[in-house]
């Protein structure tokens, strides 16, 4: 079974500043999706990247990169320019690329709380 | 376009008492999912469906029944409600086989059990 972890149950950073939330997994399939979810106050989860492992370029959306480092099973978030809207519960998620049913769930890390400072 | 959509937002029950929550989602997704989310666990899977008329357990499917007579809705019952099922339930949906490859989620239930 597919496990993840992040490993910072909390973070916090400067308005205008740039953090990276941490994120491992660990899985025996080589071809999978990972996902970073926000999750603010108001408890709806937006999609904010999503990196195929078959691809080798880093995801990039606006403000947000990852660094998906394969053989180390690692895929962490950049936030670059933080803003106060960025504040939330920011979760790390796995799913497999093949094999149905249960396979395409989501597995999900216990989640990074990020506080931005103004 | 609605997405997924659940129903009620908040819920107080008392220990032994049942109740239904109801998933809709309008992007003829093929698969849908009801996670817990308790605070330091992340989110959990208890039941998931990959078309109408199946379900299966996930990985916390003690205390809950599921049911997807519809392709659109996904229902999540307890029958027997204890303090321990206190929690913020999500649904979600997805259609993995085609992109975009993420899940839809609702807004999410939070239910008391006192």
């Known amino acids: 079974a597919q496990t993840v972890t992040q490993s910072q149950p909390e973070m916090s950073v400067q308005e205008a500043e740039t953090v990276t939330l941490s994120c491992t997994y660990d899985t025996s399939e080589s071809d999978y999706y990972l996902f970073w979810y926000k999750q603010p106050p108001s408890r709806q989860m937006i999609l904010v990247i999503r990196q195929e492992a078959y691809k080798q370029q880093n995801a990039t959306e606006n403000r947000f990169s990852v660094n998906f480092q394969k053989a180390a099973k690692s895929f962490s978030l950049k936030i670059s320019d933080s803003q106060l809207g960025d504040a939330a519960m920011y979760f790390c998620?796995?799913?497999?690329?093949w094999g149905g049913g249960s396979n395409y769930k989501l597995t999900f890390g216990k989640g990074t709380l990020l506080t931005v400072n103004p | 376009n609605a997405g997924v959509t659940q129903t009620p937002k908040f819920r107080v029950l008392k220990t032994g008492q049942s109740m239904t929550l109801l998933c809709a989602q309008d992007?003829?997704?093929?698969?849908m999912y009801w996670y817990r989310q308790d605070p330091g666990m992340g989110l959990r899977l208890i039941h998931y469906?990959?078309?109408?008329?199946?379900?299966a357990k996930g990985e916390v499917p003690d205390g809950y029944n599921v049911s997807r007579l519809k392709k659109q809705n996904f229902l999540l019952g307890l029958e027997s409600a204890a303090p321990s099922q206190t929690s913020v339930y999500f649904c979600?949906?997805?259609?993995?086989?085609?992109?975009?490859?993420?899940?839809?989620f609702g807004q999410g239930t939070r239910l008391t059990v006192v």
């Open positions: 998620a796995y799913r497999s690329r």
């Open positions: 992007m003829n997704h093929e698969y």
């Open positions: 979600a949906s997805s259609s993995p086989g085609q992109p975009p490859s993420e899940a839809f």
């Open positions: 469906s990959v078309g109408e008329g199946t379900t």
